[in-house]
């Protein structure tokens, strides 16, 4: 009994945490106009950077980016996140930072779903030009910042701080070479710029608490417009050396948040179904906007594998209805984030 009023208690105080959030980020409209503070805006992860495609089924081609952008939106999404895939027979498991696979990708999903928000990756790895994992030929920034001015995305993600990237086996090994996922706030920056020229809007990707919390400081030193009225952040959780998937971390997540003028949060959880679903079921109760593809997670709630990003989608707005909420519709989805449609 103890331990439930606890659990009732907690969220009590974070329902009203993020009440208070949403008043600032959303001012009350005006008498007789409907309001989105019962919706959700639902994105779509359908690929990702590195699943190969030879084990799971992950879109590759423009073509098939946009008929996994079509199946997502008809179950309730509205923004649809991609990566590029290296284009090559038998290379589809690897990145690629070539600006017309970009712009084909954007063409083919609007083609498919229109008026759907696409947002791009804009993640590398390494500090030095040349690799696909780098940025490509013209390197960290200037791979993502081509692949931004030719597909012109409504959004983008911006990974806002560095990480450590690691995993270890059961065995005691790391599951691949220890990485730095190097955001250094200068590359922050010079992404945050390009995104301001071309009218893509930032969602900020925080992979641990440190890089939740620098958010307040890049909008107190200028380096997030003063004219951008929405702040979207983004919890990365279960990356095994950032934050975990668990619930009752997302309390002190959204209070670290309060500083921050038009801040607005979305939960990415990573990891299994015992996981990731309790964790978005939190997000859809308290108010958050939510992810689900392949991209993040493989299995349903019940436990089978997904076939494609769209079935994932579909129970996640079951739980979002659920919790009383509805999906955003795409103009809906646009005014909550701040958008302007770009094609």
Known sequence: MLRGAARAARAAGLAAVARRLHSRSSPPPPSGTPTTRDKAVVSASLNGVLTDPARFNVPVTPEEL??????AHGEGASVVH???????????????????????????????????????????????AGSSFSGGPLGPTGGPIACLEAGRPEMAALNSGSLNYLKATEAGQWAWKPMLFDNHPDKVSTMMRAMARLNVVPECECFDTGIVRSVAMYQSVGMLPAEQSKVNVSFVMGVASGMPADPA??????????????????VIAIGGPDRVWPLLRAACELGGNVRSGLEDHFY??????????????????????EAGREPASLDEARAMVGATRQA
Do not use: C
Request: avoid cysteine; aromatic fraction near 8%.
């Open 249 to 266: 971390w997302l309390p002190l997540l959204v209070r670290e948040l309060e500083p921050v003028r038009g801040a607005q949060w979305q």
């Open 66 to 71: 946009g008929q996994a952008a079509y199946e």
């Open 300 to 321: 349903l709630p019940d436990g089978k594998r997904a076939r494609t990003s769209g079935e994932l989608v579909a129970a996640l707005v079951k739980m979002l209805r």
């Open 82 to 128: 991609v990566h590029f895939r290296d284009q090559g027979a038998g290379r589809g498991h690897l990145p690629t930072w070539e600006p017309t696979v970009a712009r084909r990708i954007a063409e083919e999903i609007r083609r498919r779903a229109p008026g759907v928000l696409v947002n791009f990756t804009t993640g590398t790895f390494g500090g030095e």
